[in-house]
């Protein structure tokens, strides 16, 4: 990895979605700092553009102020080209359904709202210098389950998506005067270890007929993240097979 390979920052990156994307920036020669609460599968942990997995619960304030605080000391006064937000949480109740309206705690979607929406408001506002120094660009992970009901999601990941949605927008608009573009990117039914045999009775409502891939998102996030999409922002692309369309 050269001293001149551009820097990106992500959340949740040991499984899923966060790997495979850790997997291309990796592959494209990006030197990477990552954080989730989960260590890097071993396998992954000779990368050496993967620079520094830094254990971290973004739920809890301390632990989201020292992932901040161990990831200025690695990119002190050099540049950030992404930032890329993947980090979410879909909890269960003791029921094992996923937490809703009218089951579980209230403090649930206050635990949902904390890691899937303040910890990138929070992550933006904190890496905001050095971003702007790289004119870089923010990626927000929201989900199809933002934008219309789905079986499986809960109303609180749903409503916290939602929310991180309109977030984008608002993040777009305040941070281009510092020259930073943000936008998001929905996945939809994408196979990974969330994924369970209920998901099946979807795929008649995927017009491609198959469930997406981690790397097809992976691609997407990575391609807002340069030069190619250097005049869009704002923008939630939808990786969905067409789900999103009905």
Not at 185 to 199: D, L, R, S
Request: charged share 20%; net charge negative; aromatic share 8%.
């Amino acid at each position: 990895m050269s001293d001149t390979a551009k820097t990106v920052i992500l959340t949740g990156a040991s499984r899923g979605i966060g790997h495979a994307t850790v997997m291309r920036f990796s592959q494209e020669g990006w030197r990477i700092i990552t954080c989730s609460r989960d260590d890097v599968p071993p396998e992954c942990q000779r990368d050496p553009n993967w620079a520094i997995h830094i254990p971290a619960d973004l739920e809890e304030p301390a632990s989201l102020e020292h992932f901040v605080a161990k990831a200025n000391e690695l990119i002190g006064d050099g540049p950030v080209a992404a930032l890329v937000n993947n980090a979410a949480v879909s909890p269960k109740t003791p029921f094992k359904e996923r937490l809703g309206i009218l089951n579980g705690e209230l403090s649930g979607w206050r635990e949902v709202f904390e890691l899937n929406l303040f910890a990138p408001l929070a992550l933006g506002r904190a890496f905001a210098g050095p971003l702007a120094k790289g004119k870089g660009a923010i990626v927000n992970i929201t989900s199809i389950a933002g934008h219309a009901i789905h079986p499986f999601a809960g109303s609180a990941y749903s409503t916290s998506k939602a929310a991180l949605s309109a977030l984008t927008r608002e993040m777009a608009v305040e941070f281009a005067g510092v020259g930073v573009r943000v936008n998001a990117v929905a996945p939809g039914e994408i196979e990974t270890a969330m994924i369970g045999e209920e998901y099946e009775a979807l795929l008649p409502r995927i017009p491609m007929h198959r469930m997406g891939r981690p790397d097809e998102v992976a691609a997407a996030v990575f391609r807002l993240c340069t030069e190619d999409f250097g005049y869009v922002t704002g923008t939630e692309i939808f990786v969905t097979g067409g789900q999103h369309l009905y």
